[in-house]
T-cell receptor, first 116, second 108 residues
């Protein structure tokens, strides 16, 4: 079946640095991808919709300059957490829409970010 | 806006017991799904069930779209069933909106 891969699965970075998380659709083209954030013991909150070839659409309250999203190809979207702070530590997960596969949405494995 | 509400928030079961998890959703939600998130964070799609009933082993789900609710049944629970169960619905723009989840712990 269709697979969405995220990398890295775990990352630790220092405060003030930037970290990039990749989301790849492995066997289908994803014109639309979604990024979620999950705090401990909480639900998944949609951060933004990533559209191939255009700017991402951010949900209310999500800082665009803080969470940079690039969807440069039909199989890759990246989330860059800029100038990371400890409060950015979280579980980030992406999903991708298979437009030719009945609009089925597949989720990646998630990425654990720890900012120290 | 989109609303997905789940109950109960927490559930403790003795191994072998059965349980029912509920999801209420607003009328703008479609393509209802159930997910299980294991302790490592991995999100596993259990059912895609906009309406009707589906079964997969010890799990089954029923969605009554006209009354805007869905139920997830877990029979003969096992310790490996522990984790968080999320109900989620898609919007017209294909965004998946999650409920708050039901945290299940199955005791041996």
């Amino acid at each position: 079946g269709a697979v969405v891969s995220q990398h890295p699965s775990r990352v630790i970075c220092k405060s003030g640095t930037s970290v990039k998380i990749e989301c790849r659709s492995l066997d289908f083209q994803a014109t639309t991808m979604f990024w979620y954030r999950q705090f401990p013991k909480q639900s998944l909150m949609l951060m933004a919709t990533s559209n191939e070839g255009s700017k991402a659409t951010y949900e209310q309250g999500v800082e665009k300059d803080k969470f940079l999203i690039n969807h440069a190809s039909l199989t890759l979207s990246t989330l860059t957490v800029t100038s990371a702070h400890p409060e950015d530590s979280s579980f980030y997960i992406c999903s991708a829409r298979d437009k030719t596969g009945g609009n089925t949405i597949y989720f990646g494995e998630g990425s654990w970010l720890t900012v120290v | 806006g989109i609303q997905v509400e789940q109950s109960p928030p927490d559930l403790i079961l003795q191994e072998g017991a059965n349980s029912t998890l509920r999801c209420n959703f607003s009328d703008s939600v479609n393509n209802l799904q159930w997910f299980h998130q294991n302790p490592w964070g991995q999100l596993i799609n259990l059912f895609y069930i906009p309406s009707g009933t589906k079964q997969n082993g010890r799990l089954s789900a029923t969605t009554v779209a006209t009354e805007r609710y869905s139920l997830l049944y877990i029979s003969s629970s096992q310790t490996t069933d522990s984790g968080v169960y999320f109900c989620a619905g898609n919007t017209g723009g294909f965004k998946t909106i999650f409920g708050a989840g039901t945290r299940l712990f199955v005791k041996a």
